[in-house]
């Protein structure tokens, strides 16, 4: 681990930056650690295809970097899952005799011949959806979202999973961290218990692997997680009559352990992958990815929108990776231009969210150790969770708007409003008064036509006005009725089943975002890829509020 003293950017660089950003902070340091950028090799699962060791950028070096930057495919990540017919080493070694001997060769046709194809995307609409509700639709889906383990060609960048699990849609072919508690939602509400366990078990296995939950179940999603969620799985688990909380305590805190790495060392204005120690010495946390180099998944992309700034790409990199960290990729909120992705600060931003996921983390361990008799234990953690709440109120909270904010710790400024803030009342950290006042400002600038807007910015960012997401209706329509907000809850919901509802008559499917804005086309867009249809955290999110609101859309 080194210390590295923030270097002046050259008078040229000047991508978004002000006087203060030259120097940035004279006490400020970033610490840094550049061996955390390749994760332990996972041990093979018997009777389970391995994954490779390396990520594929990492295998296949300048073939996969052509066949990126020659778009033999569409999409970046259809390569990064491809799976190879042949030893990966052995794959290298004949392209580059191939291409560097044939004049004639055909990168094309050697990825056709050396590779095996991902599945391609399932057709979620049929004739016969037309005779479905939407609530049978999506019962019916549950079996075609599931992906067996053992199914998998070996040496991909698939890691094995010992248990089935479900997968989001589209070209999302793997599980993925924080869209799964929102599925899973959904699989207990369809009674899917057996499934839902499976899920939650695949997860404490990934923590106890590679000592945290990954982005996905990937090699290219290892650098990094997603919002940290699993305090949430084990608590749905609970209430589906599963049981067995404390069998996952010890995954909880490894999880929290992953998340609050090298705190210990940092003196006040410091920061360390996922933690920054606040000038007054409280503790809370970023987004971050242990790499920075282009995604694997997104590559051509990336390296488009780090050539249109001025920064070291390096810093573009990882930025845009601790973007796809949050969940929010991409969205105003980490931009400090709305509408240039290239000016995005993500690992500048302390996240309201992701510091009331991990305040919700805090509170679990603490609830499960005194459930387990372990008192000294549970008071320990309800200290971490009361210290971070106060660090929250202190840091995050605008008083004068009304909301909490994320907070940019280099500036020294709060960022702009966005759904983040429901996740305070999700996750019960909001005092009365300021749940009372969060409910008004959401309800003034982000309750659309068709449901909730993820923030008041129209940036082109898919996770920006006019789209909606459903894990962002679900977290609001709970976070306000835990509050006594019925009738707002109540009012989002119905204009959210509303949107889902007129869709699926006219296309007879669920897609992963919706436009609440336009009523004529409800079809999300935005973003680096096409709408994606499915969709995992739709379905299940959608069919715990059929369920209670429902009876509201007949006419």
């Known amino acids: 681990m080194s210390r590295q003293q923030k270097e002046p950017i050259p008078d040229n660089q000047n991508d978004n930056y002000d006087e203060d950003d030259l120097y940035e902070n004279a006490q400020e340091f970033e610490l840094t650690d550049h061996d955390d950028d390749h994760e332990p090799e996972p041990e093979h699962i018997a009777g389970m295809p391995s994954a490779d060791a390396l990520t594929p950028s990492d295998r296949y070096l300048e073939l996969f970097e052509d066949v990126q ?24 070694i004949s392209y580059r005799k191939l291409a560097r001997r044939n004049q004639d060769f055909s990168l094309r046709q050697f990825v056709q011949d050396n590779f095996y194809l991902p599945e391609a995307p399932h057709n979620y609409a049929h004739a016969e959806h037309e005779k479905r509700t939407l609530s049978q639709h999506i019962d019916a889906l549950w079996p075609v979202m599931i992906r067996n383990p053992q199914s998998h060609h070996p040496n991909t960048s698939l890691l094995p999973l010992p248990k089935p699990y479900i997968v989001p849609g589209g070209r999302f072919t793997e ?14 509400e369809s009674g899917k218990v057996e499934l839902l366990k499976n899920m939650a078990d695949n997860f404490a296995w990934l923590i106890e692997k590679y000592g945290h939950i990954p982005n996905g179940n990937r090699t290219y999603y290892l650098s990094r997680s997603q919002p940290p969620v699993f305090a949430l799985m084990v608590e749905l688990c609970e209430s589906a009559n599963i049981g067995g909380s404390e069998h996952y305590l010890p995954y909880l805190i490894s999880e929290y352990h992953y998340w609050m790495d090298g705190s210990g060392s940092l003196n006040p ?18 987004y971050w990815d242990d790499r920075d180099t282009p995604r694997d998944e997104s590559w051509r992309e990336d390296i488009e929108t780090a050539s249109s700034s001025k920064r070291p790409s390096k810093e573009v990199f990882r930025d845009l990776r601790a973007g796809a960290a949050s969940g929010w990729d991409y969205s105003s909120r980490w931009l400090r231009d709305p509408m240039r992705l290239a000016s995005i600060r993500t690992t500048q931003y302390i996240p309201i969210d992701l510091n009331a996921f991990l305040y919700k983390l805090e509170c679990t361990i603490s609830t499960i150790a005194k459930k387990n008799g372990e008192e000294l234990t549970a008071l320990a953690w309800e200290k971490k969770a009361e210290d971070r709440l106060n660090a929250i109120n202190h ?19 709060f960022g702009l409003f966005s759904a983040a803030t429901s996740v305070a009342l999700f996750t019960g950290l909001a005092t009365p008064v300021q749940a009372q006042r969060i409910a008004k400002q959401i309800n003034e600038q982000l309750l659309a036509p068709g449901g909730l807007v993820s923030t008041t910015i129209e940036s082109g960012e898919q996770w920006d006005k006019p789209n909606a997401w459903a894990p962002l209706q679900w977290m609001t329509i709970r976070g306000l009725k835990k509050y006594g907000e019925d009738a707002l809850a109540e009012e989002i919901a119905v204009r959210w089943l509303k949107t889902v509802s007129k869709l699926f008559k006219e296309k007879h499917k669920l897609v992963e975002k919706y436009n609440v804005v336009d009523g004529d086309n409800v079809s999300g867009g935005g973003g680096e890829y096409p709408l994606q249809d499915g969709f995992g955290w739709t379905n299940g999110v959608t069919q715990c509020l059929l369920n209670e609101y429902g009876h509201l859309l007949e006419e």
């Open 69 to 92: 930057n020659q778009h033999i495919f569409e999409d970046s990540k259809t390569f990064a899952d491809c799976a190879p017919k042949h030893d990966p080493v052995d794959i290298l």
């Open 175 to 188: 599980v993925y961290y924080w869209d799964s508690y929102f599925s899973m939602l959904g699989l207990a």
């Open 269 to 286: 204005n410091q920061a360390f992958r996922h933690v920054v120690k606040m000038p007054d010495g409280s503790m809370l946390n970023r």
């Open 395 to 413: 840091w995050l909270w605008d008083a004068k708007s009304g909301v909490f904010r994320d907070y940019d710790w280099r500036r020294e400024q």
